[in-house]
């Protein structure tokens, strides 16, 4: 259904109006008396009337078939022809030649007949599939999908690594909702346990060593398994270790995951401001596929430059290469 148009339904209405134009007394016999038949009209499948089935009503139904059935086959009869043209022009013309048809039936009936209720809708019928189908391409009312309100392109948001300083992964410490961790930055940290005052006589410690409290375990110095005060003095002072880069609030181009500068095309919505040309996506010097028309909305698929591949509403792809004043949806 969304490869219709409004004009391709209207086309469908016609049809059915024609077939049940065929049913109804298309004339009847004006006699009055008790020698006048019994039955005094006759349909559009009475043999009396050939060749008003083939003509009209065969005419018209076909024409309306091909047309519905181009529009639903685009891909596959878009480019191909029969007997050098296209079904959708073999549909105009028939659907043209069955309102030519029924127009003239109607002016020359016979004397002593009368049109009935069915050459009159049969007309009506015929009118309207040669308007819908001559009017389908010019007027943008006719042109517009005959299902509307199209979803919305959903886009998938690129992962980011969580810049410095924001709350981490639910559940860990520093999300709202669960304990802060002791000692990290921005909470309290633990109580500090106070330092043994040396006793006089006693040697300092060094300012890059650490005090006999801040020993692993708080254990004193010279207990089982550390060396003696002496030792420690004599062992060399560590190198001073150079600063490491803080990782609290990195670069922002380092935050980047390599996938979002060379992320995949989404697509999208759009609609164009005037009506363009949608060029062969294989071949683009050929004929065009279709033409975009204001006021529909066509999704795009790909990106070829600065053209787009556009996806009609039948299911047609084609290049657009004016994509100036476009409005994305």
């Known amino acids: ?3 219709l148009t409004r004009g391709d339904a209207a086309v ?6 024609l077939l049940i134009s065929s049913f109804l007394p298309f004339v009847a ?26 003509s009209v009503i065969l005419t018209g139904l076909i024409g309306a078939a091909l047309i519905l059935l181009f529009r639903l086959q685009k891909e596959n009869w878009g480019t191909k022809q029969v007997v050098g043209l296209r079904l959708d022009q073999w549909g105009t013309a028939l659907s043209v030649v069955s309102f030519w ?33 001559i009017a389908g391409p010019l007027v943008p009312a006719l042109q517009g999908p005959l299902v509307s309100g199209a979803p919305a392109a959903q886009t998938v948001p690129q992962p980011f690594p969580p810049y410095g300083g924001q709350p981490g992964a639910p559940g860990q410490p520093g999300t709202p909702g669960q304990p802060a961790q002791p000692g990290a930055y921005g909470y309290p940290g633990a109580q500090q346990q106070p330092q043994p005052q040396p006793f006089p006589g006693q040697p300092q410690p060094h300012a890059d060593q650490p005090a006999p409290a801040q020993q692993f375990g708080g254990r004193p110095a010279g207990g089982y398994g550390y060396p003696a005060p002496a030792q420690a003095a004599a062992a060399p002072a560590p190198q001073p270790v150079a600063q490491q880069p803080t990782a609290v609030q990195p670069a922002i181009q380092d935050q980047v995951p390599p996938q979002a500068s060379a992320a995949p095309f989404a697509p999208f919505w759009f609609a164009v401001p005037a009506v363009r040309q949608l060029a ?14 204001p006021g529909t909305w066509y999704l795009a698929v790909d990106q070829r430059g600065a053209a787009l591949v556009a996806q009609l509403p039948d299911g047609t792809h084609g290049v657009l290469n004016d994509t100036t004043g476009i409005q994305r949806g």
């Not at 469908?12 to 109006?17: E, P, R, Y």
């Not at 009055?32 to 008003?52: A, E, I, M």
């Not at 004929?287 to 975009?292: H, I, K, R, T």
């Open 1 to 3: 259904m969304r490869a």
């Open 12 to 17: 469908a209405g016609a049809a059915v109006l």
């Open 29 to 54: 016999v004006d006699c009055s008396g008790k020698y006048c038949p019994t039955s005094l009209s006759r349909n559009g499948w009475s043999s009396d009337l050939f060749p008003v089935l083939p």
């Open 101 to 133: 048809g029924c127009l003239w039936t109607l002016l020359g009936v016979q004397k002593g007949l009368s049109n009935g209720a069915g050459a009159y809708l049969a007309l009506l019928a015929t009118l309207v599939l040669a308007g819908a189908v």
């Open 280 to 293: 062969h996506k294989d071949n683009p010097m050929g004929p065009p596929v279709g033409e975009l028309v």
